[in-house]
Every structure is written in C-alpha cells, then in structure tokens.
C-alpha cells in the first residue's frame, strides 16, 4: 500500500511537471495541508531518472514557496495585527506579546525568516510574524528564498538518493528521511544563529553612541 502510495506521488508529479511543483509548493508554504516531504522528493526521484532537470525543480520549489509565504505575509500586514489584536486573547495571544514579536523580527526577522524556513510547522507559520512586523519586502524576499533553496534542496536530494539506491518511494521512507535531515540541520542552524547573534551585538555595539561624558579620542592634534 505504502508503494503504491509512493509510484501515485511520483506519477503525480511527473504529470503535474514543474507548474504543479511551483503550485503545490505554494499550497504547501501557505497555512493549506500539502506537506513539501511530498512534493519535492517525487521530483527528485525524476530527476534522477531523468524525467525531471533537477535544478529547474528547485527553481520551482524556490518560486512556489515565495509566493505561498508571500500570501501569508501580505494578509498578515494587511488584515492580521487587527485581527490578533481583536481575538488573540482567545488563543493565550496578548497585545504586550504581540508587540514583543513585532519588536524580535523588527530586529532579528532576517535571521528568523531563514531558519524558519529550515524546519517542518515553522516554515508555515514563520511568515505570519514577518508580515505583522512590516519586515523589510527585499529581505523576506531574499532570505525566504535562501531557506527556501536549502530545504527544496535537502528533499530533492532524498528523492534522488532513493532513486539511486533502487529503491521505491513511500510515505513512511520519506518521512523517516525528512526527520532524519531535520536532526541533521539542527547543528548547523544553531551555529548560524549562534554567529548571527554574536555578529549583531558586535554591530549594534560598534553603532552605539558614546556615553555622556565620555572621553573622545580623536588622536593627536
């Protein structure tokens, strides 16, 4: 039944092409139940076979995610703060906790966005709070994209492993593959933000105003 399940995905896809990869991405990056472990490997699976050119799928997986997280990003600006503010007090949401997130990724949100998009839930959800926060356009775009890029990359790679290895897809398979590249990542991720946190103090030091009072040494005259 699970191989059955697997050959379906991978009929799928390949009747679908790269239009469905762009479509079902964009459903999947959205809050609508399409789960990428589904979409991305079949494709590299194809691609492998040949079926598929690997790096137009993930152009595909890269534009289709951008434009699911770009929806909840416009809603999330346009229609969300009202709404969080009016109702999430029903979900434990508070408007000090609210404005405490606005104020995380008006500062942090590049770094946010990216990881977010790394790990299974919170690349769903990661964009809603950019939105809410007016995080710069250019950056949710640039580092959705870069997230994007590495997690469509990390599936398709899967895809193209089982392929290689003859063995056929299932849901199961590429479920325990995806929760093993998740644990993987981990590491790397907390590195990064590890590196980023130490980068931006370093920054935000060097930009600080000097204390009042404070000798200035401008060398000698």
Do not use: K
Not at 168 to 186: G, K
């Amino acid at each position: 039944m699970l191989e059955e399940l697997g050959l379906w995905l991978v009929e799928a896809i390949g009747r679908l092409g790269y239009v469905g990869l762009v479509a079902l991405m964009a459903m999947e990056s959205s809050v609508l139940p399409v789960p990428s472990e589904l979409v991305m490997p079949p494709a590299g699976y194809l691609a492998y076979r040949g079926e598929m050119n690997i790096w137009v799928a993930l152009l595909c997986g890269v534009v289709g995610s951008l434009i699911g997280a770009y929806a909840n990003y416009w809603v999330a600006g346009r229609l969300g703060r009202r709404v969080f503010i009016r109702y999430g007090r029903w979900v434990l949401l508070t408007q000090r906790s609210l404005e405490r997130t606005e104020r995380f990724f008006s500062r942090h949100g590049e770094i946010a966005t990216f990881l977010g998009r790394l790990f299974p839930v919170i690349r769903h959800l990661i964009s809603i709070p950019a939105g809410l926060a007016r995080m710069r356009l250019d950056r949710f775009v640039a580092y959705t994209s870069v997230g994007a890029a590495v997690w469509c990359g990390v599936l398709l790679a899967i895809g193209w492993l089982i392929g290689a290895a003859g063995g056929a897809l299932s849901r199961d398979q590429l479920r325990d593959y995806t929760h093993r590249a998740v644990v993987l990542m981990i590491p790397g991720a907390v590195v990064v933000a590890g590196c980023y946190f130490i980068w931006d103090r370093r920054r935000r030091g060097r930009q600080a105003p000097p204390a009042p009072g404070a000798v200035r040494d401008d060398g000698p005259d």
